[in-house]
Nanobody, 127 residues
Framework: QVQLVESGGGLVQAGGSLRLSCAAS????????MGWFRQAPGIEREFVAA????????YYADSVKGRFTISRDNAKNTVHLQMNSLKPEDTAVYYC????????????????????WGQGTQVTVSS
């Protein structure tokens, strides 16, 4: 069982930056592949970024590639999403997700593949 708590959301102007964090409980955090998703009003939840449990493999949605960076610190049971050059279309509730995996290189980009979800943190980008 893993519990996830996101933080770091807020209001920022277009072009600005935010760093989201996801704190995870559980002794085996280092064996969980992690992901970030987002959901804007009236839009389905969409994939943002994913990272393998080793941290050595990452994957990004085309819409955020080159602007967002996912990272993790297994010693601190945290995963981060550094968001730069933010755009108004990045406005959404951002969710952290986790799934146990036996491969150090595996990551997932489909929401249904994740077992555990946080409550979300709001990111609002003004134009």
């Amino acid at each position: 069982q893993v519990q996830l708590v996101e933080s770091g959301g807020g209001l920022v102007q277009a072009g600005g930056s935010l760093r989201l964090s996801c704190a995870a409980s559980g002794r085996t955090f280092s064996r969980y592949a992690m992901g970030w998703f987002r959901q804007a009003p009236g839009i389905e939840r969409e994939f943002v970024a994913a990272i393998s449990w080793s941290g050595g493999n990452t994957y990004y949605a085309d819409s955020v590639k080159g602007r967002f960076t996912i990272s993790r610190d297994n010693a601190k049971n945290t995963v981060h999403l550094q968001m730069n050059s933010l755009k108004p279309e990045d406005t959404a509730v951002y969710y952290c997700a986790a799934v146990l995996t036996f491969s150090s290189t595996t990551y997932y980009w489909k929401a249904y593949e994740y077992r555990y979800w946080g409550q979300g943190t709001q990111v609002t980008v003004s134009s």
